[in-house]
């Protein structure tokens, strides 16, 4: 099987009230239906731009910062045989958590 990320821009997810509330039942929702299928690896909610820059000399930097297009808000990675597999499931979060959801696969490193 393969892996993909599944993933959203941070402020893509602009429900709030009581739909926030719906928008977290239904995805969690989605999760445990991940789980149950046997596909789901990890996933998760990222910190609102607390990321730091870590350069091959050691340099570390704050960043990215707001004026950055395009930051992860949240993600996961799926276990799953195809790509339209991974779309699948992408279709349910975007549902589920009222925005677009990005799919990637995860190349393997043979070597490790």
């Not at 000399?57 to 991974?86: H, I, M, N, Q, S």
Request: aromatic share 8%.
């Amino acid at each position: 099987m393969t892996r993909y990320l599944i993933s959203f821009d941070d402020g893509a997810m602009t429900v709030s009230g009581e739909d926030l509330a719906a928008a977290g039942v239904a995805s969690h929702a989605v999760v445990r239906a991940a789980q149950a299928a046997g596909v789901w690896v990890f996933g998760g909610r990222l910190q609102r731009q607390r990321a730091t820059v870590v350069s091959a000399d050691g340099t570390v930097v704050d960043g990215p910062f707001p004026e950055t297009k395009a930051v992860v808000g949240g993600f996961c990675v799926l276990d799953v045989p195809t790509r339209a597999d991974a779309e699948a499931w992408a279709v349910q979060f975007a549902w589920a958590c009222r925005c677009d959801q990005e799919v990637r696969e995860i190349m393997d490193d043979p070597d490790v």
